[in-house]
């Protein structure tokens, strides 16, 4: 199988199955015991939680170990929205992933005010629009650093001189940016982030969020105060150890990749304008993660093009993997000023670690032909 879905999401790293293994056979103690079983799992913890702060350039303290993206994007929205003591207004963008915008309609359902900030034609977020909605009580602002559907890299150093000055603490979505770009929590002047593993060659149902030790949070999840009271449950330490060590080993050849890959999808992105009439490119042509390929085929069905290039073998997605059983068009899609025809065209294609330029290969060889007999041509 032409595996171009890494987006939904990626094969554990190798380094990271061997990493987890001794936590899963040995080291199986809960770490909060006191006892040596308990001691050799705290440590386990302690080493990844450094190891993940390292990455960000912060404090091991300042790192919630979480079941995934969605819970970290959960808990950084409510959780510094309801804890800071200056008001109930918050702030997002229009292409937030639905973990962050639903949690913030959420919040508006129980009584707080919500604006969303829109975004132009690429999806990059309106800065100008930004500063006028952002007002003395406001609690948080979220704008995620990479779109899942489109791949558009936002500008998080000009979103952070808004809220700065104004003490709004800032979140980011970093679920699909943490393979592909920098991390340096202070050089993105952010004050919480949020990561998955999976995304990034860990396992499924790991990640963080990490939160500035000014910003006060309030726990979802309640009980025996692990976590530094910001999120109670045992900690499953080799999950933890795992995420660890896949973001090291992402980060550590980041550079590189990010090279290779961006070849890889600028010969996709020409092949496929060249080749396919009517195909168009979603999100901004250059401002986008490496190996991210979105595109609209005009009158052509997505899910029917999914099915033609899966007969072939090539597994790729429409739109995004999350919402990916829902018949509304993309909202990601829609405000970047698509109409909803076009936008339920749309495929994606995300390339990872273990893809090549055979992959690529592969998809300009049967696309023009699948889109054809999906569009009944
Ligand atoms: N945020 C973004 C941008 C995502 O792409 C995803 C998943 O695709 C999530 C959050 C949720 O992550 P998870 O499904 O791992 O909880």
Redesign the pocket.
């Known amino acids: 199988m032409t595996y171009l879905d890494h ?3 990626s094969p554990p790293r190798r380094e990271v199955l061997e990493a987890v293994w001794p936590y899963l056979t040995q080291v199986t103690g809960n770490p909060s015991s006191a006892h040596e079983a308990g001691r050799a799992a705290k440590a386990g913890l302690d080493a990844a939680r450094q190891a993940i702060a390292d990455v960000l350039g912060a404090r091991p303290g300042e790192v919630v170990l979480t ?7 959960n808990l950084a929205v409510t959780g510094i929205a309801t804890a800071a003591p200056r008001g109930r207004h918050v702030v997002v963008s229009a292409i ?5 915008l639903e949690t913030a309609r959420a919040l508006r359902r129980s009584g707080f005010a919500l604006d969303v900030v829109g975004v132009d034609a690429d999806g990059v977020v309106d800065v100008e629009q930004l500063r006028a909605l952002v007002r003395p009580d406001t609690t948080l602002v979220s704008v ?1 650093y ?3 559907e489109i791949g558009t890299v936002q500008p998080l150093a000009e979103v952070s001189a808004v809220c700065r000055p104004l003490g709004v603490p800032l979140h980011t ?4 940016a943490a393979a592909h770009l920098p991390l340096d929590v202070d050089a993105l002047g952010v004050d919480a982030l ?1 990561a ?4 990034f060659g860990g396992l ?2 790991a ?1 963080f969020l990490w939160v500035r030790s000014s910003v006060p949070l309030e726990p979802l999840l309640h009980g025996g105060g692990q976590e530094r009271g910001r999120r109670s449950g045992t900690t499953d330490v080799a999950s933890a150890v795992g995420t660890a060590v896949a973001l090291h080993g992402a980060q550590a050849v980041r550079a590189a990749e990010a090279e290779r890959l961006t070849a890889l999808r600028e010969r996709l992105v020409e092949g496929v304008l060249a080749s396919v009439p009517g195909a168009r490119l979603t999100g901004s042509r250059t401002r986008r993660l490496p190996g991210h390929a979105s595109f609209c085929f005009a009158g052509v069905g997505g899910e029917a093009v999914l099915a033609e290039l899966e007969g072939h073998g090539i597994a790729c997605s429409s739109g ?3 919402s990916a059983d829902s018949e509304d068009a993309s909202h990601v899609l829609l405000a970047t000023g698509l109409d909803a025809d076009l936008a339920r065209t749309a495929v994606r294609f995300t390339l990872g670690p273990t893809s090549t330029a055979e992959d690529v290969e592969a998809v300009l060889r049967v696309l023009p032909a699948a889109v054809r007999t999906a569009g009944g041509r």
């Open positions: 987006a939904a999401t079941a995934g993206g969605t819970e970290a994007d937030e992933h639905p973990a962050v995620m990479a779109n899942n979505d970093a679920v699909q949020s998955s593993a999976h995304k499924r149902g990640g995004s993997a999350c």
